[in-house]
């Protein structure tokens, strides 16, 4: 998978932010771009094949867009022609950011396979419990990235089963959950760490910080071995930040033109400053982590000694004088002996004579 840094993979989500408009979605790759992410995605599919006409919408589309449509004639209108994918395409090359699409159907996910070439597939939380979806996605070969909203644990893992049973079967899928579980339970999941990485979510718009559990991905991570990242529904940009410093390899953001903009996903996501705020400071974490050992760094060799201290005369010390711990004294600059050695010089004759503020020698 590419990345500007070598780090933190964050992909600017325009989900459907658009509002179904070209000229919204081209504006929005730009901004991705101008604020330094490695991708922009969206979502690419047919209103019909996603949801059912008595589909409710979610509290949250309720709140951001009324109740008067269904969530099928919702999502209608928010749809994007596999022409207008096209065109987004070809500008994220001309920009140099990597177009991303999360296909919902099948028929989305082979349009942007074969006409667009998708490097990277992203699945949605939704997805997590549509097992022959999740077969049909891992069978493409492509690197994914699985988001984990509103599912415990157990659910994530059958879900990385389905995965690994189709990395390495030739048949199409087990003869039943229990074949699935009990072949996945024999397996190491480390083996889908090259390609697979697993991001926590939390499924709510706006998510609630006391619901973020950001220590959710340690758990993930020790249990399957596997990279970890946030898709974060949350305001503002803290968590994004705090989640890249406890080790997130990818990020995912909801982002707008503008909060006020009618439509389901506006309200919680960030505005472009912002979203390069964000940026900012995921970069500036990144590079803040380090390798983890504790090491003298070169910006910290001019100012080591000027902040130590080194060990003087506090008072005259004739040579063959038995040293006495008042008869030293700590001052900076630390070019001289250590204090530290004053366990070693106490009790010890002076070898020779120092004058009062004489640096003692070893």
Known sequence: MHRISPDVFIIAEAGVNHNGSLENALALVDVASSAGADAVKFQTFRANKLVSPSSPKAQYQIDNTGVEESQQDM??????????????????????????????????????????????????????????????????????????????????????????????????????????????????????????????????????????????????????????????????????????????????????LDRNMPGPDHAASLEPSDLRAMIEGIRQVSLALGQGDKVLTGSEVANRDVARRSLFAACEIPAGTVIQADMLQSLRPGTGLSPMRSFDIVGRPARKTYQEGQSIED
Request: hydrophobic share 40%; proline share 4%; with cysteine.
């Open 75 to 256: 999502l209608r209108t928010l749809e994007l022609s596999f022409d207008d994918h096209i065109k987004i395409e070809k500008h994220c090359r001309q920009r140099g950011i990597i177009f991303l699409s999360t296909p919902f159907d099948s028929e989305s996910l082979h349009f942007l396979l074969q006409k667009l070439h998708l490097s990277v597939i992203k699945i949605p939380s939704g997805e997590l419990t549509n097992g022959p979806y999740l077969l049909e996605l891992a069978r493409t070969g492509k690197p994914l990235i699985l988001s984990t909203g509103a599912a415990d644990i157990n659910e994530v893992r059958t879900a990385l089963y389905c995965i690994d049973w189709a990395r390495s079967h030739t048949k199409d899928m087990p003869e039943s959950l229990d074949e699935l579980i009990e072949y996945g339970e024999q397996r190491s999941l480390v083996a889908l760490k090259s390609d697979v990485s697993v991001l926590h979510c939390v499924t709510a718009y706006p998510a609630p910080f006391e619901d973020v559990n950001l220590q959710a991905m340690d758990q993930m991570k020790a249990q399957f071995g596997l990279p970890v990242g946030l898709s974060d529904h949350t305001i503002g940009i803290a968590v994004a930040i705090g989640a890249v410093a406890r080790g997130a390899s990818i990020i995912e953001k909801h982002f707008t």
